[in-house]
Every structure is written in C-alpha cells, then in structure tokens.
C-alpha cells in the first residue's frame, strides 16, 4: 500500500485498560487509525469484514481458555484473510506460542512484549513491518524466550560448529553483527561468514517468506524449548 495511505489497526484485547492504552498510542500516531476493538477472537472474526483492518494486533491469551487464542486467531486469519498481519502480544514471553506463530512463515506476522506497545516508535515500526508483509521481533520478546547460551548447552541444531552455535545463539538474542563481533573478539567479516554457514547449513534462503535470520532465532527458540521441556521432564 503507498507509504502516505492509512493503516486501518484492529485492537484485540479482553483486558479494558490494556484495550484503551493501545488505542491511546495508535490514535497519536499520523497514518494509523483504531478500525476497530473486540475482546476475543470470535468477536474479532465477526468484525473483521466490516473493520477491513490491514493489521490486528491480539493479545496471545484470551477468553475463554487463555492459553493460546491470539495464535489460533492469526492462524485462522492465514485461511480467511491472508493479507492482514497480525502482531500477538503478551506480558510475558512464551516460546512454544511464538514458534507455532511463525510455523507458516514470518511474512505479516509480528511478536512484542506487551509493556513495548506503549512506546509510540516501536508499535509505528512493527505495524508498518507487518502491514508491508515484513516482521516484527522485539529483541526484548527474544531475550526474553532465549536461555542464556552460557547456562544450558544443547539448543543449537545439530551440524553447527561450536562457534556457529555461538553465533546463532547470539543472533537469536537480538544482537547486531556488530555487537556479536565484540562478544566474540571477532571481525564483522566474522561473523557474517559464521552467519551466513548457518543460514546454509538449516537451508535458509532470502529468497522465501521468512528472513534467513529470523527463521535462524526461531530454530533457536524452539530448540531452547524443547530443550527446557526435557530438562523439566
């Protein structure tokens, strides 16, 4: 959509003040507009025809289980309307949540703690993200999901270099190439060449629907999850 035109936002949250703090920063933001509010996913299936939103933006638990009705509501979105993104938020991250988020692709699908959505430039910059069939990973919702690499081993998928697990470990926690260079004491040549054998390695391309480096974090997460359920068990 042209860069000038209004983004038509709709808020999905059963919490009121939660519900009325987003539409607050959306409001004093130039280009978007509240197409619309509901306070669960069935409500927000039914307004969705006559809202026409080009992002929803769920809160990731809701009524009536609140265990994972934002993920259900943008998988159904992925069937009924694909070319609406959809941001899910929560207060805390949730590793197996974001994982099943991206399962069909990153492309439109955006992720973000709930206490980043009062701040104006993030929220304007995922929704533009997502609106533009982009993504939006807060690297505080990803620091958040991550074990430190340093505390538990194992994560990182099979096939990696010790090193390329490091720097895989880093990429998913939201570190530049920059910041990972001096982590390491290695150049930026370094690490786009260790990056770029992990991409290789999983079979990620910048060719597809999901960012090599994003698709990257996600591997992480999920790995990071399971390897947290076996610990547990």
């Not at 995922?126 to 194992?154: E, K, L, Q």
Request: hydrophobic share 45%; net charge negative.
């Amino acid at each position: 959509m042209p860069a000038d035109a209004t983004t038509r936002v709709l808020v999905v949250e059963d919490a009121l003040v939660a519900r009325e703090g987003m539409q607050a920063v959306i409001r004093a933001l130039p280009g978007l507009e509240v197409a619309g509010v509901a306070g669960d996913a069935l409500q927000a299936m039914a307004a969705i025809g006559g809202a026409a939103p080009h992002v929803v933006i769920t809160d990731i638990r809701m009524p009536p289980s609140h265990r994972d009705e934002g993920v259900t509501l943008a998988e159904d979105l992925a069937r009924t309307h694909p070319h609406v993104g959809v941001i899910a938020v929560s207060q805390f991250c949730d590793p197996h949540l974001a994982t099943r988020l991206f399962a069909d692709g990153a492309r439109g699908r955006g992720y973000l703690l709930k206490d980043r959505i009062a701040d104006a430039e993030v929220l304007r910059d995922a929704v533009s993200a997502v609106r533009d069939g982009g993504t939006a990973i807060d690297p505080s919702v990803v620091a958040g999901m991550v074990v430190d690499g340093r505390g538990r081993g194992g994560a990182a998928p099979d096939g990696l270099t010790p090193r390329e697990s490091e720097v895989m470990g880093l990429m998913a926690r939201g570190r530049s190439n920059a910041a990972i260079a001096r982590e390491l004491s290695i150049t930026r040549k370094g690490v786009e060449k260790h990056a770029s054998r992990v991409f290789e390695k999983l079979g990620l391309t910048a060719d597809g629907d999901t960012n090599p480096r994003v698709a990257a974090t996600l591997m992480w997460l999920e790995g990071q999850a399971q390897s947290h359920g076996d610990t547990a068990a």
